[in-house]
C-alpha cells in the first residue's frame, strides 16, 4: 500500500527566509506526487504536481518541487518565504492512473514570522 | 465553471441522525472522491467514483454511503452519525483527460455529532 510521512509537523521560518518541506512516498511503481496548500479554513490548491519528465517541476506562487527516487522523497521549495505563505501544506501520492484515489501525508503547518 | 460545490458549509447532528452531504462538479469529470479531514491525520479518503453508476470503499468507508446517479452529483450519505464522524469533508473531483489527474477539491463541509 502506498503511504507519505511528512516527518515535520510544525515549521517556523522568518520572512524572506528560503524554506524546504519535507516528504518521504512509498509506492511500488511510478507515483504521481503532488503538493497541496490549504489556507485557514480553505479547501486545498494544488501548488504543483510531477508525473514523469524532469524530475525539477516548478508550481505556483514561486514554489518548486525536486523528485528523488533513490531516495523516494518529494521535498518542496521556495527561495524567499512571504508571509501569505503561513498555511498548511500537504504532500500526497496518487496510484498510476488512478488520480481519485490519494494518499496524503499528515501535513506541515507553516509559520511566517515578520 | 463554479467547479466543486459542498452544500452545507456548516452541520450540527446530533448521534443517531442521518444525513446527505451534498457534493457537485460542473467541470464533466468521471472522477469524484469523498475526504475527511482530522488534525494531525491528513485527508483520507472514504469513497470515491470512477464515473455514474460506479462506485468503491476508500481507506475508511465505515458508516458512510455513496451513489453517482449522474455524473455531476456525489452525495455522501450518514445513516446514523456518531462522535467519530466529527470531521472535515472534503469532495474532490478530476478527470484522466485534464491534467493528468489532478484533483480539484471543495471548499469542505465541517460536521459535529454531538
Known amino acids: 500500500a502506498q503511504s507519505v510521512t511528512q516527518p515535520d509537523i510544525h515549521i517556523t521560518v522568518s520572512e524572506g527566509a528560503s524554506l524546504e518541506l519535507r516528504c518521504n512516498y512509498s509506492y511500488g511503481a511510478t507515483p504521481y506526487l503532488f503538493w497541496y496548500v490549504q489556507s485557514p479554513g480553505q479547501g486545498l490548491q494544488l501548488l504543483l504536481k510531477?508525473?514523469?519528465?524532469?524530475?525539477l517541476v516548478q508550481g505556483i506562487k514561486g514554489f518548486e518541487a525536486e523528485f528523488k527516487r533513490s531516495q523516494s522523497s518529494f521535498n518542496l521549495r521556495k527561495p524567499s518565504v512571504h508571509w501569505s505563505d503561513a498555511a498548511e501544506y500537504f504532500c500526497a501520492v496518487g496510484a498510476t492512473g488512478g488520480g481519485n484515489k490519494l494518499t496524503f501525508g499528515t501535513g506541515t503547518q507553516l509559520k511566517v514570522e515578520l | 465553471n463554479a467547479g466543486v460545490t459542498q452544500t452545507p458549509k456548516f452541520q450540527v447532528l446530533k448521534t443517531g441522525q442521518s444525513m446527505t452531504l451534498q457534493c457537485a462538479q460542473d467541470m464533466n469529470h468521471e472522477y469524484m472522491s469523498w475526504y475527511r479531514q482530522d488534525p494531525g491525520m491528513g485527508l483520507r479518503l472514504i469513497h470515491y467514483s470512477v464515473g455514474a453508476g460506479i462506485t468503491d470503499q476508500g481507506e475508511v468507508p465505515n458508516g458512510y454511503n455513496v451513489s453517482r446517479s449522474t455524473t455531476e452529483d456525489f452525495p455522501l450519505r450518514l445513516l446514523s452519525a456518531a462522535p467519530s464522524q466529527t470531521s472535515v469533508y472534503f469532495c474532490?473531483?478530476?478527470?484522466?483527460?485534464?491534467?493528468?489527474?489532478?484533483?480539484?477539491f471543495g471548499p469542505g463541509t465541517r460536521l459535529t455529532v454531538l
Open positions: 510531477y508525473f514523469s519528465g524532469d524530475t
Open positions: 474532490a473531483s478530476s478527470s484522466p483527460a485534464a491534467g493528468r489527474d489532478e484533483q480539484f
